[in-house]
């Protein structure tokens, strides 16, 4: 591997956090990723009888109780009572949960970086009350129940945390966003640890009925279990879906200081903006993102060994990808190494996405195996890489990996995690 560009501290993994469509903690997400399962069906949190788009990926198992009292519950929207509960698996997983807060010798220096849409498809609902009913029927605690910011919020005062608090929203890039956000406080020494990643719970009447006319969804009604087909020739929009993703970022000397197993470390984030539609992803764009990650964690195209993909299963954006990563990689080293999109599974967690992808990469370069692009059935042309079809993959010694986010509007991030070795 090349050497790193700069005298950085380094940033390790040391908790993962993960409630998906696939299975509600991580250890149910990773064995639902590894047996192909599909975390995909018709609609059950509102009758969609009558919309053109009538699947997602729901977490029906999801009990927000089982992370706040059921007073905070009620308060609190579905996308932060999901952040809430990635966000303590992953502290948990990190041995710093005490008591249901965080370490006491940590809380003042733990920052929380959530990326969110919060729950701007659901204000709706209270406009009708206020329209109907008159302004004193108003819910007084909209702003703690769907404000942008509550899942950072939730998850901080929950825990106590009392470092940097940020959210982040950059569409569908927004997790892998928030993950290089936290990189660079990290980095910055502006705290000792930070939980990162990405919640969404987009799963609403206006979301699927918006999305549906601009032709972003799926319509596959009929068959929900094979409507996301990343990479397929078949493939005809995404499939909204809900979730959280958090990871557990330390600095190296501080989770060697406390003698905390490593999972990988998080060696460099890349960012780009396409500058070019709204609505159609750039190639250019795209590579720009994965190039300045890789500079950014010191390795070579050489070096990489998977990629995780965007993979959204929209005609334009999965062709789009494959020739980025042809145009970041070179051609030869692009077709040399497996690519697969846990999309396919999981559907599509917009500002959740990079979240529960950067805990399938970082568990897929420890564990030794690869997630599968399940329904790949018809190959696209156009998409020609070796997107590991339909089965999980063996791959022992996985050295470095990369998670791809694009956004719609054209934001791109893409993170390079790196099997940890300590200097």
């Known amino acids: 591997m090349t050497v790193r560009p700069s005298a950085l501290p380094r940033v390790v993994v040391t908790g993962l956090g993960a409630v998906t469509p696939v299975g509600a903690d991580t250890g149910s997400y990773w064995e639902g990723l590894l047996a192909g399962r599909n975390g995909i069906g018709r609609v059950r949190c509102f009758d969609p009888a009558g919309y053109p788009v009538q699947i997602a990926g729901e977490v029906l198992d999801f009990d927000a109780e089982r992370y706040l009292d059921r007073r905070t519950a009620r308060r609190t929207g579905r996308f932060a009572q999901m952040a809430v509960g990635a966000a303590l698996q992953a502290l948990d997983d990190a041995g710093l949960l005490r008591d249901g807060a965080a370490d006491p010798g940590l809380r003042d220096d733990l920052g929380v970086v959530m ?13 009708k009350v206020t329209e109907e009913r008159g302004p004193g029927r108003a819910d007084p605690f909209i702003i703690t129940r769907r404000g942008q910011h509550m899942a950072a919020a939730r998850v901080a005062r929950l ?34 640890a930070v939980l990162a990643g990405g919640s969404d719970a987009m799963v609403t ?25 990343p990479f397929d020739a078949r493939r005809d929009g995404f499939v909204l879906s809900e979730g959280a993703g958090v990871l557990l970022l330390e600095t190296e000397e501080g989770a060697r200081a406390r003698g905390a197993p490593v999972y990988a470390e998080l060696a460099g984030v890349g960012w780009s903006f396409d500058a070019t539609d709204d609505t159609a992803p750039d190639v250019e764009g795209q590579s720009l993102a994965m190039l300045r990650a890789m500079e950014d964690a010191g390795v070579a195209p ?32 692009a077709r040399a190494i497996p690519i697969s999109s846990t999309k396919s599974m999981t559907g599509h967690l917009v500002s959740g996405a990079g979240g529960i992808e950067a805990v399938a990469s970082v568990l897929a370069l420890t564990r030794g195996c690869i997630p599968p692009t399940i329904n790949h059935e018809v190959p696209d042309p156009e998409c020609d890489l070796d997107v590991v079809p339909n089965e999980a993959r063996p791959a022992p010694g996985l050295g ?5 986010s694009f956004g719609l509007g054209g934001q791109n991030a893409s993170a390079v995690f790196r099997r940890y070795a300590p200097e």
């Open 400 to 404: 470095a990996v990369i998670s791809n």
């Open 302 to 333: 050489a070096d990489i060994d998977y990629i995780n993909a965007h993979g959204t299963s929209t005609p334009l954006n999965d062709r789009t990808e494959t020739a980025a990563i042809k145009l970041a990689l070179g051609e030869e080293r």
């Open 205 to 229: 009447p206006l979301a699927l009925a918006s999305m549906g006319r601009l032709g972003a969804l799926s319509k596959n009604n009929d068959d929900p279990e094979h409507a996301s087909r």
């Open 159 to 192: 825990l106590g945390a009392r470092g940097p608090n940020t959210t982040i929203n950059t569409a569908c890039a927004s997790g892998t966003d928030a993950l290089g956000h936290a990189l660079s406080l990290l980095r910055l020494g502006r705290a000792r």
């Open 115 to 127: 990326a969110s849409s919060g729950d701007a498809f659901n204000m709706g609902e209270e406009w």
